[in-house]
């Protein structure tokens, strides 16, 4: 599982791509389980105002199932003039 961050998310986590977590996500079953992981591991996640999260290129529902093999991104509130 390959897993990007964008945005404030990089530097909340501090990195491009969440590497060493990857095997255990993908363990995890759901969009929702990932989320509610990162969250507790990097709490300045929670503190977003919303945070979209794709599986494979396309916008996920928390309930959405994940496999080993899959790309999530973790897309942060964008604003712009």
Known sequence: MKILLFG???DIIDE???KALSDELSQL????NI??????KYPGLKELSSLKIAVNQEFAMDSTKITKTDEIALI???SGG
């Open 16 to 18: 491009g791509e969440v």
């Open 8 to 10: 404030i998310t990089r």
């Open 76 to 78: 942060p509130p964008v």
């Open 35 to 40: 989320r509610e992981f990162l969250g507790e």
């Open 29 to 32: 079953g759901t969009v929702g």
